[in-house]
């Protein structure tokens, strides 16, 4: 597991400490996935109800506050696959 996984992980825990009602899987191109639900988060692959992929320096961007995750989709940095509005419930969660 790539670093820039396992500090997603942990800074990801800490945002979405009560778990998320839902499914979401961000895809980091290069370094691999993240799975966010009731259960809280972890590293993993599975199939989920909303896919968010993103190069590296994006999701750092999106993660440290830097980026909103609305302008990354408008934009084209952040192609989301899936329920909408699954990825709605998760940048509320994220904020």
């Known amino acids: 597991?790539?670093?820039l996984i396992d500090g997603?992980?942990?800074a990801l825990s800490d945002k979405i400490?009560?778990?998320?009602?839902g499914s979401?899987?961000?895809v980091i191109e290069g370094e691999g996935a993240i799975m966010i639900d009731s259960t809280g988060v972890r590293a993993g692959d599975e199939p989920a109800e909303v896919t968010l992929i993103a190069d590296?320096?994006?999701f750092r961007s999106i993660l440290d506050g830097e980026m909103n995750?609305?302008?990354a989709y408008m934009s084209g940095k952040l192609t989301v696959?899936?329920?909408?509005a699954a990825a709605m419930r998760l940048g509320t969660a994220l904020a």
């Open 24 to 26: 979401a899987k961000f």
């Open 1 to 3: 597991m790539s670093e």
């Open 17 to 21: 400490s009560g778990g998320f009602d």
């Open 56 to 58: 590296k320096d994006t």
């Open 8 to 10: 997603a992980v942990a």
């Open 81 to 84: 696959e899936g329920d909408l």
């Open 69 to 71: 995750p609305t302008s």
